[in-house]
């Protein structure tokens, strides 16, 4: 019987080790995947060419240019996304499903395709594009206009998933305790919420920094870092394009980092 035992115990110690290297080579082999290009920046740059590309007027340009679309087009996706995601939570009503579909299509359709519905509203020869004094194609308006429609689901599916989340009995003693609805949401909702909240601000403004496909089809010009590294590429080939890519490298870090440091906070009693 203990023959049996041992025997059962060492089968089962080989198949959780096979299990672990199988996962362990499948891992090992995405993680290279992912980061071989990163790494390999550093065998084929050439110093001369990265300080007299980086140092261009456009890449300063466009760098700045995506910094402050993205972040007014996250913002203004908070100021109207962070509400409707709570509502999409806490009420049921006909065609609730529906309404989740939509929101959902921005992020499944080609951007491309994402930008040609814009233009088809906000084109210069559409009733608004020609009733209105604004530019709306060919500037900054319809880069925060194309990264806000391509971004919108990911602030808003993240802050319903951080609601739903919220056990609701919460708000139902704070509004017992005689707290009116306003205050319920922005005393205990919105805290309860925050790190998935939080987790929506920084997803939505990485995807509208590195928005391209819509914003090519409404605003190609002024460039954003992505049509600047495009363009870069087309005119000048990979060195001439690195500089702004290696930006976009750091910046990812950056915002990763404080993210991360967000995270670590929320755990901590008294946030």
């Known amino acids: 019987m203990?023959?049996?035992?041992?025997?059962?115990?060492?089968?089962?110690?080989?198949k959780r080790r096979a299990f672990g290297i199988v996962f362990l080579l499948?891992?090992?082999a995405l993680v290279v995947y992912i980061a071989y290009p990163i790494a390999n920046i550093i065998t084929i740059v050439e110093p001369r060419t990265f300080m007299e590309s980086i140092t261009r007027p456009q890449i300063g340009g466009a760098f700045l240019?995506?910094?402050?679309?993205?972040?007014?087009?996250?913002?203004?996706?908070?100021?109207?996304?962070i509400p409707f995601a709570y509502c999409m939570a806490r009420y049921n009503f006909?065609?609730?499903f529906l309404i989740k579909v939509l929101i959902i299509i921005p992020l499944v359709i080609p951007p491309l395709a994402s930008g040609t519905l814009l233009l088809g509203i906000f084109g210069a020869y559409t009733p608004l594009g020609r009733s209105l004094p604004v530019e709306f194609t060919q500037s900054p308006i319809g880069v925060i206009i194309a990264q806000t429609y391509v971004?919108?689901?990911f602030m808003i599916l993240l802050a319903l998933a951080a609601f739903e989340s919220v056990d609701e009995s919460?708000?139902?003693?704070?509004?017992?305790?005689?707290?009116g609805r306003m205050e319920t949401f922005l005393r205990v909702s919105l805290p309860l919420a925050k790190r998935g909240i939080i987790a929506g601000f920084i997803m939505t403004w990485v995807r509208s920094v590195g928005e391209?496909?819509?914003t090519m089809m409404m605003a190609y010009n002024p460039h954003t870092v992505s049509i600047q590294i495009f363009e870069d590429n087309a005119v000048g080939g990979f060195q001439n394009a690195l500089p702004l890519i290696v930006l976009v490298i750091i910046l990812s870090a950056l915002v990763l980092a404080v993210f991360s440091i967000v995270k670590k906070e929320g755990l901590k009693p008294g946030w």
Not at 170 to 179: D, P, Q, S, T, W
Request: proline share 4%.
């Open 212 to 214: 391209l496909g819509a």
């Open 26 to 28: 499948l891992s090992g």
């Open 65 to 81: 240019l995506s910094l402050g679309t993205a972040t007014i087009s996250t913002l203004l996706l908070a100021a109207f996304g």
């Open 94 to 96: 006909p065609g609730k």
């Open 2 to 14: 203990k023959q049996k035992d041992t025997s059962s115990d060492i089968s089962s110690t080989k």
């Open 151 to 153: 971004s919108s689901p």
């Open 170 to 179: 919460y708000e139902k003693v704070a509004r017992i305790l005689g707290k």
